[in-house]
């Protein structure tokens, strides 16, 4: 029985479609990642969920039942805002214990469970402080503290990283996804940056325009996408695109090599005259910018040269580049859906 | 402990219902309405009725004898139109209105750029500016009335003190003004006295524009080269055009609607003569008893304050600096 | 800045502010003097009205006030007024206030300005028909009627002021809360209303010296001494014939003023910033 289901839901706000039609249904324990740049509709999905907005059309299930109506208070969820919504005249205990009185904890059995939480999320001694004596990092584990204390069916995650630093992101992405697969609470986990989310998601829904493209694990989403958004939206530099007769060509920028480097036999590859305009060198690879004859004229691309690869290349020329067949992908030039080739 | 997950079993419609009902309350489409009734009843009930009952009396010829209200048609109105006082008082309504705030205006754009700075006795500056809008209108105003008196006016002193007044000075043979006797002087007395009451309001209001103006763009024109005069005319008036203008309006409809300065201070003599609206309204109607009169009196006010109420509304919306 | 420069510029924003400081006190600093003036020195044009003359100050008129006249009852009712009168504003303010800052979407901006432009239609147009209103009600010559007619500005003014406050708070606050297990009143009592305090307090001072200053609906609606409330009292009742107790009167006004204009002071920078969010941003 899956934890969360959207079906059929769609948002309107006024005239704008936020949401137009999405039926996604989570797994028990699964770390779910709705990916998406903003304005995509994934916040207002989350926020569906949660209760703080209605749908204007559709269903949403929890643990098997409709929860369409009922207010986040009696849908055993719990969520984590980008800002944490810590409440600032409270200490970091007292916001732990805020839900636990909600269902009227007695007080004694409210400070063990407070202290369960401080323990897993390591904030004992940060329990007296209040919100504006914490650093960021620490601020995110109270609020993660809060929403693990009530023992919620889902835990939904709005962004959760985007106010640390970059080089706590890092260490606080390893941190929440360990914390996850101890505790195995089916999670919902919003972000536009898809780093974070082929990191840490055991299934990624990729969403645009208010819809659900493409729902699979990063290596499908990776290696099959679904469309060209999710092609080029996932994986940076995004994959190329060249048009063809009749459909659009798509291959990603590690796949693109020189004829000699080409990983196989010449009659399964295809090749391109490739006209290199610039190149960076980023230490670990070297990423070759240039252009390539099209059925539209020509068009952008780019190769990712890892170091390993010992061909020396200069911005001006042209050579030959080669991508393997089976790692071609072909899109609809009107839908920009795949398909067979 | 870990891991342990309470989960609902299915809910039969009994169920649902019941829940539907339990959770009334949080239905936002429900609870904004509740929560705004209570007020939007009491206004509609003391402020829409009595206004509604207002233009009915001007229809009628309603009176504290008679109260029963006959329709009369525009008699109320024609017959205020033709009376003398009336015309004065409407036109004092508006001179003091404009004459007042036009002082304001100056006043509080010079007083507010100076408490922008610091310095050492801000505090009691402040508080001294303040004593007028913190006393009650007619307490000040009655101190008005013996400082302006045609015997004992501590100002007439001053004016004896420097030789401005008496036998053989600028101002006169008399060794009073008679601030409040003579014509002129009472509309005067009356307009400083305005002044004097809404400036702490006013200052107020174009400081609060004055702090909002982010410091970037003063910084900017520094870095520009501007001197005060350039930075104050070219960019700060501009940005506070909005601000100042609902600071004036506001004072305008303090003065333009006032009773107790008016009446206070002259009873709007003498002889009639610092007549306004709303003191006129209130001895025609309450002191003479001829309630559709009153109103119709009252009700000139009302397209006025319209008028000053959709500007303020538009120049609130453009007043949003950051 | 050369040192001249900055002198001038230092002595011309003191010279200003002195000035103005001047124009605005100096009635209360003649009232200062006045209220412990002997009748002989202040009926006496040719004496120095900001000065003590022959005798020396006296409190005889300042015990007057409070012995011979009313004073205290109107102080008493001017209290009461304003306590109950803003008790009725909160209790609709606050959560029409509220509904409108978070509850209303896009009708909310239209019906706070609505709200606004209510607080814009004055006493002297709507005291007639009150007058018949309250007389309807029983509630003529008593200070009820003006309980029960004050909020009419109030209400209005401080709706305005108080959505512009709440909605400075961020709303993940609150969304947290109703996460958390509250219902959505439940939620704005535990977390709104701790943080929006400051502004409730700075809507309550406001409010209550705004009933203290009414003038119109009190001289319209009591003529009985007993319920007459300050500001209309003083200047109706502290006459004997046609002579007005001028030292009595001035120690009234500077009893009432001189409080009201520290908590003004005290709180002047918060109703700045209310202004700000509300007013500037309409």
């Known amino acids: 029985m899956a934890a969360v289901e959207a079906r059929g839901v769609r948002k309107l706000f006024g005239p704008v479609k936020a949401l137009d039609g999405i039926d ?42 409709v929860v369409n109506g009922l207010p986040p208070r009696a849908r055993k969820i719990a969520m984590v805002f980008q800002s944490y919504a810590l409440y ?39 329990l007296g402080r209040k919100p504006r004596q914490l650093s960021g990092g620490e601020r995110q584990r109270v609020a993660l503290a809060r929403a693990l204390v009530r023992e919620p069916s889902v835990f939904l995650l709005d962004e959760p990283l985007s106010n640390l630093d970059a080089q706590l992101r890092a260490s606080a992405r390893d941190e929440l996804q360990g914390l996850q697969r101890r505790i195995g609470i089916t999670t919902i986990y919003v972000t536009h940056d898809q780093v974070e989310a082929m990191g840490m998601g055991d299934r990624i829904a990729v969403m645009y325009q208010g819809r659900i493209r493409q729902v699979g694990t990063p290596l499908e989403i990776y290696e099959e996408p679904a469309d060209t958004f999710v092609a080029t939206f996932v994986g940076s530099p995004p994959m ?102 | 402990m870990a891991g342990q ?60 004898g ?32 404009f004459a007042s705030q036009a002082l304001v205006l100056v006043l509080a754009n010079v007083l507010a750029l100076a408490l922008m700075a610091e310095f050492r006795g801000k505090w009691l500056v402040r508080l001294l500016v303040l004593l007028p809008w913190a006393t009650p209108a007619a307490l000040s105003t009655i101190a008005w009335l013996w400082l302006l008196d045609s015997v004992f006016s501590p100002i007439d002193w001053l004016f004896r003190q420097a030789h401005l007044l008496g036998p053989g000075t600028p101002l006169g043979p008399n060794n009073n003004m008679y601030w409040l006797g003579r014509p002129e002087l009472a509309m005067l007395s009356v307009i400083v006295v305005h002044a004097w009451r809404i400036l702490p309001l006013a200052t107020v209001i174009v400081l609060a524009g004055l702090t ?8 900017a024109a520094a870095v520009d080269g501007a001197g005060f005069w350039r930075l104050f005319l070219q960019i700060i008036t501009p940005l506070m055009f909005p601000v100042v203008a609902v600071a004036v309006l506001f004072g305008f409809i303090f003065t333009f609607t006032d009773l107790a300065v008016v009446y206070v201070l002259t009873r709007g003599g003498p002889i009639n003569n610092t007549q306004v609206l709303g003191s006129w309204a209130f001895i025609k109607g309450i002191q003479g008893g001829d309630l559709a009169q009153g109103a119709a009196v009252a009700l000139f006010l009302f397209p006025v304050l319209l008028g000053v109420a959709v500007l303020m509304l538009r120049l609130a919306r453009r007043a949003e600096v950051t | 800045m050369n040192a001249a420069r900055y002198w001038g510029s230092r002595a011309s924003v003191y010279g200003v502010v002195s000035l103005f400081a001047l124009f605005s006190a100096f009635p209360f600093f003649w009232g200062l003097v006045t209220m412990f003036k002997r009748s002989q020195d202040l009926y006496n044009p040719r004496n120095n009205p900001f000065a003590f003359g022959a005798g020396g100050p006296t409190l005889e008129h300042v015990q007057l006030l409070f012995q011979e006249t009313k004073f205290v009852t109107f102080a008493v009712n001017s209290l009461f007024v304003g306590a109950v009168v803003v008790g009725i504003t909160l209790a609709l303010a606050l959560p029409a206030a509220y509904s409108l800052a978070r509850l209303a979407g896009r009708w909310g901006e239209g019906l706070g300005i609505t709200i606004f432009l209510v607080y814009l239609v004055p006493p002297t147009l709507l005291f007639i028909p009150l007058s018949r209103v309250v007389a309807d009600l029983g509630l003529q010559d008593s200070r009820w009627s003006l309980v029960l007619v004050y909020p009419t500005f109030t209400v209005p003014f ?34 709104v209303l701790p943080l929006a305090l400051p502004g409730i307090l700075t809507v309550v001072i406001f409010s209550f010296t705004l009933t203290l200053h009414e003038f119109v609906y009190a001289l319209a609606f009591v003529s009985t001494s007993s319920e007459k409330t300050i500001s209309v009292g003083v200047p109706t009742e502290l006459v004997r014939g046609d002579v007005l107790f001028w030292q009595s009167l001035m120690a009234a006004a500077m009893i009432v003023a001189i409080p009201v204009a520290l908590v003004y002071n005290l709180f002047l920078d918060r109703f700045v910033a209310g202004l700000t969010l509300g007013a500037v941003k309409g």
Not at chain 1, 103 to 109: A, I, V
Request: glycine share 8%; net charge neutral; aromatic share 10%.
């Open chain 2, 212 to 219: 909002s103006i982010p410091q970037d763009i003063k910084d």
């Open chain 3, 158 to 191: 401080c709706t305005w002021l108080l959505m512009g406050f709440l909605k400075s708070i961020p709303r993940d606050i609150e969304e947290q809360a109703l996460i958390d297990g509250y219902s959505r009143v439940g939620a704005v009592v535990r977390t």
């Open chain 2, 5 to 64: 997950v309470t989960r609902a079993g299915p809910l039969t419609l009994g169920d649902r219902i019941a829940l539907q009902f339990r959770y009334l309350l949080d239905r936002e489409a429900l609870l904004g309405p509740l929560l705004l009734l209570p007020a939007v009843v009491y206004i509609v009930a003391l402020v829409g009725f009595p206004f509604v009952l207002a233009l009915a009396y001007s229809l009628s010829d309603v009176t504290a």
């Open chain 1, 240 to 341: 190329n695109l060249v048009e063809g007769e009749s459909y659009l060509v798509g291959f990603r920028p590690e796949h693109f090599l020189p004829r000699q480097a080409a990983h196989a036999p010449s009659n399964d590859s295809w090749s391109f005259t490739f006209r290199v305009t610039r190149i960076e060198h980023l230490g670990a690879d070297r990423l070759v910018y240039g252009i390539v004859g099209s059925a539209a004229g020509e068009t952008k691309v780019v190769s990712r040269l890892p170091s390993t690869v010992d061909v020396t290349l200069h911005a001006g020329e042209s050579y030959e580049f080669a991508v393997p067949a089976h790692r071609l992908r072909f899109f609809d030039k009107a839908t920009g859906s795949a398909t067979e080739r």
């Open chain 1, 88 to 126: 600032p005249h409270m200490t970091a205990f007292d916001n732990i214990a805020f839900p636990l009185k909600a269902q009227g904890m007695p007080r004694e059995e409210r400070a063990r469970k407070v202290e369960w939480a401080a323990s897993i999320l390591g904030i004992h001694d940060l």
């Open chain 2, 66 to 97: 008679d109260q029963s209200l006959d329709f009369v048609g525009f008699r109320n109105f024609t017959d205020i139109v033709h009376d003398p006082i009336f015309r004065r008082a409407l036109r004092n309504t508006f001179v003091f209105a």
């Open chain 1, 24 to 65: 996604l249904a989570t797994r028990e324990g699964e770390f779910l990642v709705l990916l998406g740049p903003s304005g995509c509709g994934k916040t207002t999905l989350l926020r569906i969920i949660a209760g703080l907005e209605q749908p204007s059309a559709g269903e949403i299930v929890i643990g098997g039942q």
